[in-house]
């Protein structure tokens, strides 16, 4: 457990750093996480600029060959689906509203990259951030199918006609997605990048984590959580009960071990996005009610993570 913890706690106090920083309003005197400034701009840094810049890097030298890739698929996508359409079905059988089944289905869905890929860093070095990168790359482009198919047609208006043209807008636009392909690319072809590309894009990836952590840290909405109450319960137990669980199944069922084994378990432990609030407000979904799941879910990760992940490292390190 301890060296479980001593992965997470960092990660953890650069969120609660980044909390009481946005609250102190450092450093630009603005006090909302939606008010504009240093925070938003720093949220929109990490997202199109850095944290691209760091799965290009990994991706483009991952290793491909070790059939890893295919596994990752099966389990974290299999986990996904059950996650999602379990806890969106228990929402809508609670009496859950459209937009707020949009947000609980969100919830359950959705990873923190960031997190994820600070704690393999953290356990594994470079050679977890590798298999991260693999994960995500699966991870990418099956979340924001899945995200905008579901906010699009839990919609009042049912607008489902502009469904293919809004994942396809998502797809394209997607900076995750697009620094994935390109490192997939050079990674298969052996297309060289010039050294001097690969020393640059590097010192922006050093940047990519520490601010990402940050930024996820000053976007939580902690006295938002007096108004949680079930719907926000039910996306939790879906992201960080059911989600793992299915994980372990699956890890157990292919016969997975050591450092995959335990990327699997990171991605299946960690909360929701944060980026899901934007979809939310974007797609018609209750916002409000994400903002509290995505500060809920962070919350109890704190507690849940250590839990999971120690049990993963018990069973398949």
Not at 147 to 169: N, S
Not at 232 to 241: D, N, Q, R
């Amino acid at each position: 457990m301890l060296l479980i913890l001593s992965a997470i706690i960092p990660v953890f106090l650069l969120l609660v750093l980044g909390n009481l920083l946005r609250r102190l309003g450092f450093p630009d005197g603005r006090r909302s996480p939606e008010s504009g400034g240093f925070w938003q701009a720093a949220d929109r840094l990490v997202y199109w600029v850095l944290f691209p810049a760091l799965l290009f890097q990994e991706t483009s030298h991952a290793p491909l060959g070790d059939g890893t890739l295919g596994s990752y698929a099966l389990i974290l996508l299999g986990a996904m689906l059950v996650s999602g359409l379990v806890t969106l079905a228990v929402a809508r059988l609670s009496g859950a509203s459209n937009e707020a089944s949009g947000s609980i289905f969100q919830g359950a869905l959705r990873h923190n990259t960031f997190i994820a890929f600070a704690v393999c860093d953290s356990l594994f070095g470079a050679a977890g951030m590798a298999q991260a990168s693999l994960a995500t790359a699966v991870l990418v482009p099956a979340t924001n199918v899945g995200a905008v198919t579901a906010l699009v047609l839990l919609r009042h208006d049912h607008a489902a006609g502009g469904l293919g043209r809004r994942l396809v807008q998502e797809l394209v636009r997607n900076p995750f997605l697009i620094a994935i392909g390109l490192g997939l690319i050079c990674n298969i072809t052996g297309l060289p990048v010039p050294q001097v590309v690969r020393d640059s894009l590097g010192l922006l990836a050093r940047v990519a984590l520490p601010l990402a952590l940050l930024c996820i840290g000053a976007a939580l909405h902690i006295r938002a959580l007096r108004r949680a109450g079930m719907p926000t319960l039910i996306s939790l137990l879906g992201k960080l009960a059911l989600f793992p669980a299915v994980v372990f199944g699956l890890v157990t069922l292919l016969g997975l071990g050591g450092m995959p084994a335990m990327v699997a378990a990171i991605y299946g432990a960690v909360p929701t996005a944060v980026s899901g609030y934007a979809l939310a407000r974007q797609l018609g979904s209750d916002a409000e009610l994400m903002a509290i799941i995505i500060t809920a879910q962070t919350v109890a990760a704190i507690v849940t993570m250590p839990i999971t992940l120690q049990l993963a490292m018990s069973l398949f390190g």
